[in-house]
């Protein structure tokens, strides 16, 4: 059977020759609900490169894309942009294909190939190590290669395209979504699934990025056009998303409050309702978000631009809910920085949630604004009033007073 899309011309001799993988809804713990892509190009010159491939079990289809534009044993090199295995599971498909062709890669790209396909065959193939500022000839193209160190990885780098002035970007600047569209004036909401991409891929490297971004200015290359490994390409202003980029990685936040929370007996609940209400009286933009009913992903992406947390969790067996727990484990993973937060939930006898939910925010960076609220059983009127005045001084905190 056809692949249900064609290969998209970019520029003359510029080709995606990607996959939509329509139903992926789960990246490594990051929930897709939109699916995904895997985009590799082919660029025809005089001699052909392909930059990157695909998963492994879509190497089929990877191979019948790149057949509707050339025979695929007339690729003379194989651009590894980043060893993680949604780029490279086809490599060991593909070089059986073309053995002599040549696979440029960072020196960590080829250490980190070699590891994850040793007993496939890595030590017959081709490489050549290349490094921020080498450069490629195809003939009227010239790839230049910038090493993008943890963007996602340690071995990520870039390829551009000086002529055509085309980032292949790989994983930095993706977007989860799967569509029959390629373009990025082509979709809705493309930066909401780019900062929620961010936040859950790259929130960690907010320096790194930061370095990146440099590193590409310092370079002085111009950019019409960014199309990375996931989702669609940045065809429109593609200056837009490097700028987002750069707001994300100096955690540049507006004014919202997050009251994330779960609930046993709904008191905690109530304890975040009326937060609320004392944040909505002041005007500032406030979201609940229960970790049962919002998946993790999109959570992490409200906390990407918010300045100020309040995390809630019944007692249970003197510890966290599992569900806050779990969510604190993966949110500590990502590094948030520059945030505060506050604790909150309530308990039947023992108690031990807000301690524990204190300890993890601090851990994952937070700064603890002020000691935890907690109720024992219910939260009665003098409890609702105090938590009403606690979302009141949260909501001055997150306008900067
Ligand atoms: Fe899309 Fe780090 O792999």
Redesign the pocket.
Known sequence: MDNEYSPVELAKGVYWVGVVDWNLRDFHGYVTPKGTT?NAYLIVDEKIALVDTVKSHFAGELIKQIQKIIDPTRIDYVISN?V????SGSLPVLMRLIPNAKIIATKRGRDGLCQHYSSIGCKDWNFEVVETGSELNLGARTLMFIEATML??PD?MHTYIKEDKILLS??AF?QHIASSHRFNDEVDDVMDDAAEYYAN?LMPFGSQVLKYVDTVKQLGIGIDMIAP??GVIWRKDPAQIIAAYGRWANAETVPKVLIIYDTMWKSTERMAKAMIDGISATGVEVKLLNLRKNDWSAIIKEVLTAPVIAVGSPTLNNGMYPSVAGFLTYLKGLRPKGKKAVAFGSFGWGGGAVKAVEKELETAGFEIIEPGLQVKFRPDEDDLRSCREMGGRLADMAEGK
């Open positions: 895997y980043h993680e295995m949604d780029h996602h990885w990520s790989n994983d993706g891929i490994c996931h």
